[in-house]
């Protein structure tokens, strides 16, 4: 099977811009998570969908949202970006809603703001 | 507030050591996960542990519910080890990560 795929694998954007990511879990997988890394803050859990439907979310502005297809494919979008979302933007897939179950990463999108 | 940490932060062995880092947690877990990201970004996911030890090859991860405290082992070390390893848990409906530990392992 193919393994998690994100695109674009990397972005450069200005500040007030939006940017749109994709990721396309692995064949099978229905549920996705997405997670934001920066040096200063290290991994953070941004949000986590199943079958189409956001389950958990973590503590990020409204200006970050996603949204899951019927393909278990998955966008985040980031609003009026700031330099502070600069970041490597990972999406992870896993088989079922099970929350403790294992996770598989993609190789991640990295996100430059200027 | 940290509700992973990890230690050490960095960690430099030489060829054939044996390894270990430490991560503690501090809220109720339905599991833990052992991640390594080499340079370049990619995560993959090592172990995932709600209760007691596993192994595989040369890494060997334990986890104890009552002390919330896991250890990643890594027996033989190699400079193909290299890498940041990382403590994540999940609680509730919210991952937790640790900062890492940065490995690097000197041929």
């Known amino acids: 099977k193919a393994g998690v795929t994100q695109t674009p694998r990397y972005l450069i954007k200005t500040r007030g811009q939006q940017v749109t990511l994709s990721c396309s879990p692995i064949s099978g997988h229905r549920s996705v998570s997405w997670y934001q890394q920066t040096p200063g803050q290290g991994l953070q859990f941004l949000f986590e969908y199943f079958s189409e439907t956001q389950r958990n979310k973590g503590n990020f502005p409204g200006r970050f949202s996603g949204r899951q297809f019927s393909n278990s494919r998955s966008e985040m979008n980031v609003s009026t970006l700031e330099l502070g979302d600069s970041a490597l933007y990972l999406c992870?897939?896993?088989?079922?809603?099970?929350?403790?179950?294992?996770?598989?990463f993609g190789p991640g999108t990295r996100l430059t703001v200027t | 507030k940290n509700e992973v940490e990890q230690s050490p932060q960095n960690l430099t062995a030489q060829e054939g050591e044996f390894i270990t880092i430490n991560c503690s947690y501090s809220?109720?877990?339905?599991?833990l996960h052992w991640l390594q990201q080499h340079p370049g970004g990619g995560i993959v996911s090592l172990f995932m542990?709600?209760?007691g030890k596993k192994k595989h090859g040369r890494l060997i991860a334990t986890i104890n519910i009552q002390e919330k405290h896991s250890s990643l082992h890594i027996t033989a070390s190699h400079p193909r080890d290299s890498a940041v390893y990382i403590c994540?848990?999940?609680?509730?409906?919210?991952?937790?990560f640790g900062t890492g530990t940065s490995l690097t392992v000197i041929p």
């Open positions: 809220v109720g877990i339905s599991a």
């Open positions: 542990l709600s209760s």
């Open positions: 992870a897939s896993r088989e079922g809603d099970r929350l403790a179950s294992e996770q598989y």
């Open positions: 994540a848990v999940r609680s509730g409906n919210q991952f937790y």
